[in-house]
T-cell receptor
Framework: AQRVTQPEKLLSVFKGAPVELKCNYS??????LFWYVQYSRQRLQLLLR??SRESIKGFTADLNKGETSFHLKKPFAQEEDSAMYYC????????????FGAGTTVTVRA | DTGVSQDPRHKITKRGQNVTFRCDPI?????LYWYRQTLGQGPEFLTY????????KSRLLSDRFSAERPKGSFSTLEIQRTEQGDSAMYLC?????????????FGSGTQLSVL
């Protein structure tokens, strides 16, 4: 069965510093990978998906099939980036039966 | 608010009681999902509807759990004979028919506490 691992429960960075959230997955096929974000008192929402190859709010994520990773990066963290971030995987295209990691809480300090 | 709506926001019940949650998806979203999230974990998939048809159920969904979407619009999730281990946030999400910008839209969830 597929599995998503986010090794960091908590991540604290200073404003303006780079931030990287790690995500590793186990699945033998070709999955779709996503990053979801939940800001304080808000709903869980999609941040980005690997097939879009977009940069959203300055965040990027590259799917590395060799290392089975999908790390989320931002070169200059902002205070409004403080949130809970979840990495998620789908084994079928256009299918939202997602397997989520346990999440990483990011705190950006002024 | 035109987002996914869930009711109630919070539910406290005693062990052994039955509870029912409701989810109203975004209008015209034909796909509806239920997830469960316990403290310190990410959401776990429970079940999925396309229109009124329940297409998939997780092994997490014991026979005490039942979900319906009778007219392909709102959905209900019922838990019979609740146990303390059922305490969790129950999340509903919906998505539109296949489209270029499709994504999953989540509700605010129903927090269940079983005493």
């Amino acid at each position: 069965a597929q599995r998503v691992t986010q090794p960091e429960k908590l991540l604290s960075v200073f404003k303006g510093a780079p931030v990287e959230l790690k995500c590793n997955y186990s699945y033998s096929g070709s999955p779709e990978l996503f990053w979801y974000v939940q800001y304080s008192r808000q709903r869980l929402q999609l941040l980005l998906r690997h097939i879009s190859r977009e940069s959203i709010k300055g965040f990027t994520a590259d799917l590395n099939k060799g290392e089975t990773s999908f790390h989320l990066k931002k070169p200059f963290a902002q205070e409004e980036d403080s949130a809970m971030y979840y990495c998620a995987l789908s084994i079928r295209s256009n299918d939202y039966k997602l397997s989520f990691g346990a999440g990483t809480t990011v705190t950006v300090r002024a | 608010d035109t987002g996914v709506s869930q009711d109630p926001r919070h539910k406290i019940t005693k062990r052994g009681q039955n509870v029912t949650f409701r989810c109203d998806p975004i209008s015209e979203h034909n796909r509806l999902y239920w997830y469960r999230q316990t403290l310190g974990q990410g959401p776990e998939f429970l079940t999925y509807f396309q229109n009124e048809a329940q297409l998939e159920k997780s092994r997490l969904l014991s026979d005490r759990f039942s979900a319906e979407r009778p007219k392909g619009s709102f959905s209900t999730l019922e838990i019979q004979r609740t146990e303390q281990g059922d305490s969790a946030m129950y999340l509903c999400a919906s998505s539109p028919p296949y489209s270029r910008d499709e994504k999953l839209f989540f509700g605010s969830g129903t927090q269940l506490s079983v005493l």
